[in-house]
């Protein structure tokens, strides 16, 4: 069929296979480009198929040889409907990396499961016997607690007071203001229930006491810390406290790492569009402010591009690992600098409806929103038939 972006609010309800496939294989040509990483070999991603977590995948295996495996949670396509972006970016990813002789499979279910642990460990010990990285990429919105049988719910709201501030439609332009009541106890307790450590260390727990972490094994996952504009609503927020919670996480897993020599790492990572953060209020309109500027300055980077550099230039530089006053890696460095951000208040004052397309880069966001859903990329016949029914050759 052909197919064609079809908007809703946050999302896109249909995906372009072949232009998923498109984006995989330039983020593939970008890490080939950048050279050999001396990078872990056997690599576990979870919440691989989009945004950080595919980025991380794709820098393992094209970067550094690296076997992976790689959880998310799809909906696969059926007749007349597409798949979600991240199966057909999946499918891309496994075809490449077979081309290469790279083993990759894949794991399609909730990995806040026990279950989905269970078939990874058995996939482990059956296909790699131990494993030397594991990096922990989801963004969700719900988790099912595997203990008490509860669907917790995330929501991102400020704590202890009203946020109100400008904010963007990004599909219409339209500058407006937001207003969100603060949230209650139980908004938070929920949020830091889905986003915070716990599953990450139940994970690792479950991996070790399985027995297929390497020795020296290290595992990392992804923050955000961001602008003052941000902070009510983003860190100083539910998802905030979720970070917090994230990032204290880290220290107990290296605790937990020590007998196998092993260490946790959080990485901070800069402000892009993804599904995840297209969801957030006011973020998109710094976002697009953002863009403006790291464009102008030439330090502009996407997910490839940050996890390229974050192995290349502070996991696996060779060096001690370099990490802020509260043992995080910041990768957010460029988009932290101090004449980026004095920048960026000066347009957030002025910002408008009028001149946003002209002081900020909402053409840029709408291509990136874009192309997370396969659509708007150079190289591919939008015109042409597409088979939605694609296959990730490892999922039967
Ligand atoms: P994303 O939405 O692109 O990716 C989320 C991944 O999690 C997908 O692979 C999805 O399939 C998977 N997933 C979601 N629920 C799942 C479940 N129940 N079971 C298995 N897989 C599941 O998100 P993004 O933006 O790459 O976020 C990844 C991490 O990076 C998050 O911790 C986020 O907070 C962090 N981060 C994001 C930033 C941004 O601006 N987008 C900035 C800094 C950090
Ligand atoms: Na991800």
């Known amino acids: 069929m052909i197919i064609e972006p079809r908007m809703r609010g946050f999302i896109c309800l249909t995906a372009h296979p072949e232009g998923c496939a498109q984006n995989?294989?330039?983020q593939i040509e970008y890490v080939k480009s950048k050279g050999h990483i001396d990078g872990a070999k056997k690599v576990l991603v979870i919440g691989a198929s989009t945004g950080f977590g595919l980025a991380s995948r794709i820098t393992s295996a094209f970067g550094s040889d690296a076997g992976t495996i790689g959880v998310f949670f799809e909906k696969p396509p059926s007749e007349g409907k597409t798949a979600t972006p991240g199966w057909y970016n999946s499918a891309a990813f496994e075809t490449e990396a077979h081309k290469a002789g790279l083993y990759a499979k894949s794991i399609n279910g909730d990995a806040f499961s026990n279950e989905v642990k269970q078939q990874t460990i058995d996939l482990i010990k059956a296909d790699l016997g131990q494993i030397d990285m594991v990096i922990y990429s989801l963004a969700s919105p719900v988790r099912m607690h595997p203990v008490t049988g509860?669907?917790?719910?995330?929501?991102?709201?400020?704590?202890?007071?009203?946020?109100?501030?400008?904010?963007?439609?990004?599909?219409?332009?339209?500058?407006?203001?937001?207003?969100?009541?603060?949230?209650?106890?139980?908004?938070?307790?929920?949020?830091?229930?889905?986003?915070?450590?716990?599953d990450w260390k139940m994970w690792i727990d479950a991996l070790k006491n399985a027995g297929v972490l390497a020795n020296g094994a290290t595992t990392i996952a992804y923050s955000y810390i961001g602008p003052e504009v941000t902070e009510a609503v983003y860190r100083k927020g539910t998802i905030g406290r979720a970070k917090d919670d994230l990032e204290a996480t880290a220290f107990k897993i290296t605790d937990d790492l020590k007998s196998l020599n092993g260490k946790a790492y959080v990485s901070v990572n800069k402000a892009l569009v993804t599904q995840a953060s297209s969801a957030i209020p006011v973020i998109p309109l710094y976002i697009s402010l953002l863009y403006k500027i790291m464009k102008a300055e030439g330090i502009h980077e996407g997910?490839?591009?940050?996890?390229?550099?974050?192995?290349?230039?502070?996991?696996?530089?060779?060096?001690?690992?370099?990490?802020?006053?509260?043992?995080?890696?910041?990768?957010?460095?460029?988009?932290?600098?101090?004449?980026?951000?004095?920048?960026?208040?000066?347009?957030?004052?002025?910002?408008?409806?009028?001149?946003?397309?002209?002081?900020?880069?909402l053409a840029g966001y709408k291509q990136d929103f874009l192309n997370l859903f396969g659509f708007g990329l150079n190289n591919v016949d939008y015109k042409a038939e597409s088979n939605e029914l694609v296959t990730i050759s490892s999922i039967k």
Not at 159 to 174: A, Y
Not at 318 to 337: A, L, N, Y
């Open 150 to 198: 509860v669907l917790h719910r995330s929501v991102l709201k400020p704590i202890g007071q009203t946020f109100s501030n400008k904010t963007v439609d990004f599909h219409t332009g339209l500058v407006s203001q937001v207003t969100i009541e603060p949230a209650n106890q139980e908004d938070i307790d929920n949020t830091v229930v889905v986003m915070g450590g716990e």
């Open 303 to 361: 997910c490839i591009e940050q996890i390229q550099r974050l192995f290349e230039q502070r996991l696996y530089s060779g060096k001690e690992v370099p990490t802020d006053e509260k043992g995080r890696i910041r990768i957010d460095d460029w988009e932290m600098r101090e004449d980026i951000q004095e920048k960026i208040k000066v347009l957030w004052a002025k910002a408008t409806s009028e001149n946003l397309t002209e002081i900020g880069d």
């Open 24 to 26: 995989v294989k330039n």
